[in-house]
């Protein structure tokens, strides 16, 4: 590992460019299009290519994303000029949302682009919105903003608690959002993490990442945020993108992030996803990555040193083993001899364990637990 | 419709019952079993059955609940001797997490259930989490006391924003929510909304549930709940038990609660299970059923009310179609002629329209097409 390549690429994380900026380059693909046209060249844009066969693990940084192979659209293409077209309209959107201040949903610009462009054209331009998500991926990529950038909302899913103040400007409004104030719930990470949103207080000493609101839930009810003075998020489930830049962001201001996961096929894959980004999402780089991140638990391991969970371990389904192959022969996992032993005694003893089995015994041992791992070390990466 | 009805049942909620009442019933229901084997008698108790056949609809009171037929658990009986003994095994952990002031989910319960039960006695008493499920409800019905109240957590899944204090007694401390202080996000809504979190001050005009959070979202940017003085709240699809508790109580403070869903399968049946409950919930009652809600739409007449929505209609599935059929046959549904007709329109043009179409034109219209719905008094019974 080369700490000091993450440092460079820190400097470069393409979120939150800003109103300015995104409508700068927005309006240069624009001119540089409008300029082809009256050279009487043909209008075309390049960008990196998103295929498996461009996905590549960055074994100096940790974590995947794409290489240098890169792709052209053209417009005078058959196969190409309706998806070229659909590009620059969906650009053409993007410009709108962000001159006007407002913010819609990837549904919310498929309509959009239904109705206006409907008035201009006969022939229709886009028939699914399947079309248009792929073409919004493109020019994320081609001009390297994320769509976040573009004033486009997507879908919420995780939930925040614990010493963190956060000043949300928003809609013309000003407003402190305090993780300590949130009594029996927490606040919703937002769709957009980065415009107009900034840390203000973080005297979290780490952040702990729970695969399960129920167990989310449970650490809130007994203040472990409080005690142990640190940020509890849950992602309930696979992350969304707000729940992987939050995570990005605090981890970018020094803090340890640690996971929290049942010890099966779901919940490495939760892990695995936040940690080195998703193959479907390389694209977006270490801006949704963290590679710091270390994993507490559930482990295998566990079962031998935790006598009562013996007997609450779950048969593993198909699904498990085979996760539990395709991973020992990922190289950014098969890196770590814990990891190996680990899968290898899933494969072996096809048994799983649940996060939730840890309260068996009392319900407050999944706090325990948790401060004991962090206190001896003892942690997977 | 019997007005007096719905208000004599109003006093007689089941939710919320305290800490103290909770452990009255638990305990009654422990005594009366003891005594039944001190006297040499069978141990044994009724419930409410909750099957199909026992499900009605209150024509008075407008929502789905159980009628009068009884089932018994008897312990002397082979096939319900394991169940018996499982029933008490979960009576006595919720006694045990009232007493120790501690939550869990079903999820927890159950590891519970297999860990101190296993010391006791040989055999397994649960193999499967699903056993516990439906015995949890039967002690619901059979105590008249909701999972909430034996200190079990729900999944929770809905955001609320808007004029609303909160007072919540939580884990031994006292924090105020405000609904104006959300900023981008929202304050995730709580399992239980009963224990220990009050109002203190609802200032809101009228209370709009918003089938998808995107639709929130949009709505949260444009201030509608500060600019029309009105709680949003959406339950991201289908509502969880503490979203639904939490607009039953806001109803119930004499604030008008509008749905606004999608025009298609899964919207209605979200506004119908929030209005008058659902088959499965039925045994919840009046608890779970907010009769007064009226809905705002997305309607298949506003496709010839706003021109711009006859190109962004969708073809309906063959599950939206059967769906309507279906609604149409259920007498609370077809006994509004409003409903008659809409239903009949989607079953001859085969249509169907999402509540994002609205944006087509501009994004702020959704704000505008809600604010006139109301205005003009254009609802849905």
Redesign the interface.
Known sequence: MNPKKIEDQEQKTLFGLGEKETLFRLEGFGKKLIEEVQKGEEPKFQMPLRSRSNILYDEGMKFLRIGNKKEERRFVSVGQAKKFMQTIAIANKAKK?IS?D????I??L???L???L?EDIDEELFSEQSESNELIEDLEVALSVKREDFNL?T??KG?VAGPLK?M?T??G?E???DGT????????????VDN??EFIDVTAKYVLVIEK??IW??L????FWKKENCIIITPKGQASRGTRRLIRKLADKGLPIYAFTDCDAWGWYIYWTIKTGSMNLAYLGRDFAVPEMKFIGVTMKDINNYG?LQ??TINAKEVDLKRAEEMLSYPWINAHKQWIEELKMVLKTKKKL?Q??L???K??FVGEYIKKKIEINDLMP
């Open positions: 949302f006007e407002l913010h819609t949903s549904r919310g498929y309509y959009q239904k109705v206006t409907g909302t879908d919420r939930v956060i949300d928003f809609a409004e407003t402190i959002i104030k949130m009594g029996r719930s927490g606040w919703m990470i937002p769709s957009d107009g949103m609101d129920a839930q449970r809130n009810e007994d203040k009562f007997k609450l649940e939730d089995a309260q068996g015994q319900l407050t």
